[in-house]
Nanobody, 119 residues
Framework: QVQLVEFGGGLVQPGGSLRLSCAAPVGIRSIYAMGWFRQRPEKQRDQREL??????????NVADAVKGRFTITRDNAKNTVYLQMNSLKPEDTAVYYC??????????WGRGTQVTVSS
C-alpha cells in the first residue's frame, strides 16, 4: 500500500490563494501520473471530479472549471505534486484528494484535505 501525504488545505476568502502539496514515498521509482480530484459537499464519494493531473513527462490536464486559476506542477525527484490555487471561489469548496497512478493496477488515493472558500 502506498501512502500519499497531503498538505495545504484550509479556510480562505473568495479571491484568495492556497497551495496544496502531496508526497508519495521517494522509494517509488516511477509514478506515471499524479493529480488532484475533489468532492464537493453535495456530491457523493463516487462523484469526485478531476481538478488537474500531470504525467511524469510534464504533460498536464486541467479541468475547464479551474483553468487559468489553478496550476499543477510536479517534482519527480521528490515524488511530489503541487496545486497552486488562485482566485478561489466559493464553488471551489470541497475535499481535495491526491491521486497517484503507478501502473494500470496500482492507483492510490490520499485521505483528502478540506478547502473552504468563504467570507
Amino acid at each position: 500500500q502506498v501512502q500519499l501525504v497531503e498538505f495545504g488545505g484550509g479556510l480562505v476568502q473568495p479571491g484568495g490563494s492556497l497551495r496544496l502539496s502531496c508526497a508519495a514515498p521517494v522509494g517509488i521509482r516511477s509514478i506515471y501520473a499524479m493529480g488532484w480530484f475533489r468532492q464537493r459537499p453535495e456530491k457523493q464519494r463516487d462523484q469526485r471530479e478531476l481538478v488537474a493531473v500531470i504525467t511524469a513527462g510534464g504533460s498536464a490536464n486541467v479541468a475547464d472549471a479551474v483553468k487559468g486559476r489553478f496550476t499543477i506542477t510536479r517534482d519527480n525527484a521528490k515524488n511530489t505534486v503541487y496545486l497552486q490555487m488562485n482566485s478561489l471561489k466559493p464553488e471551489d469548496t470541497a475535499v481535495y484528494y491526491c491521486n497517484a497512478v503507478i501502473s494500470a493496477l496500482e492507483n492510490y488515493w490520499g485521505r483528502g484535505t478540506q478547502v473552504t472558500v468563504s467570507s
